[in-house]
Antibody, heavy 120, light 106 residues
Framework: EVQLGESGGGLVQPGGSLRLSCAAS????????MTWVRQAPGKGLEWVAN????????YYVDSVKGRFTISRDNAKNSVFLQLNNVRPEDRAVYYC?????????????WGQGTLVTVSS | SYELTQPPSVSVSPGQTATITCSGD??????ASWYQQRPGQSPVLVIY???KRPSGIPERFSGSNSGNTATLTISGTQALDEADYYC?????????FGGGTKLIVL
């Protein structure tokens, strides 16, 4: 059974940093792209970043470029999202998802999400 | 930047057909996917590559994509289909979601 479990969310001050983790199990992690998607309270889904199998290709939504970094550790079946210089508008539930790249990107399994709250 | 537009809400009576649209410039040239999100839950993929259903998704869910509009159709809508639905597409190394449509079954 495919399982994704996010952790690392919590309260962070504006300008602060946080590292989100996503542990994967139930599939061969190293052959899949992975993605982070966020959802602000009461709002829609927003794609944040994705990473290819080897970690050599990384893409970001414009609003987080230069502040967030996606990475992965295939030996530990984990993908990470480093949040730096966090802004109030980054407050959201952050989901990791398995990213199926087959002439397009779509997300077939999602974690339960981890909440990031930004407040001083 | 690329945008996908969905109606904020769609209402349907139980047993009837619900149609949710997603509009974007030349969207038919891209693949569209659809996600269902019930309150308090994570999104679930219901349609990918315009028309394909993942394993476990009921046959009453179908999709199409042509021109500037992708469509999610739910036939024989049930009360448990009440949820938010999001379209999604990919292009120019960027993933985009529509704003979401609340399906109301009444």
């Amino acid at each position: 059974e495919v399982q994704l479990g996010e952790s690392g969310g919590g309260l962070v001050q504006p300008g602060g940093s946080l590292r989100l983790s996503c542990a994967a199990s139930g599939f061969t992690f190293g052959i899949y792209w992975m993605t982070w998607v966020r959802q602000a309270p009461g709002k829609g889904l927003e794609w944040v970043a994705n990473i290819n199998q080897e970690g050599s290709q990384k893409y970001y939504v414009d609003s987080v470029k230069g502040r967030f970094t996606i990475s992965r550790d295939n030996a530990k079946n984990s993908v990470f999202l480093q949040l730096n210089n966090v802004r109030p508008e980054d407050r959201a539930v952050y989901y990791c998802a398995r990213d199926r790249y087959d002439n397009s990107h779509y997300f077939d399994y999602w974690g339960q999400g981890t909440l990031v709250t930004v407040s001083s | 930047s690329y945008e996908l537009t969905q109606p904020p809400s769609v209402s349907v009576s139980p047993g009837q057909t619900a149609t949710i649209t997603c509009s974007g410039d030349r969207l038919g040239d891209k693949y569209a996917s659809w996600y269902q999100q019930r309150p308090g839950q994570s999104p679930v993929l219901v349609i990918y590559q315009d028309t394909k259903r993942p394993s476990g998704i009921p046959e009453r869910f179908s999709g199409s994509n042509s021109g500037n509009t992708a469509t999610l159709t739910i036939s024989g809508t049930q009360a448990l289909d009440e949820a938010d639905y999001y379209c999604q597409a990919w292009g120019s190394s960027t993933v985009v979601f529509g704003g979401g449509t609340k399906l109301i079954v009444l």
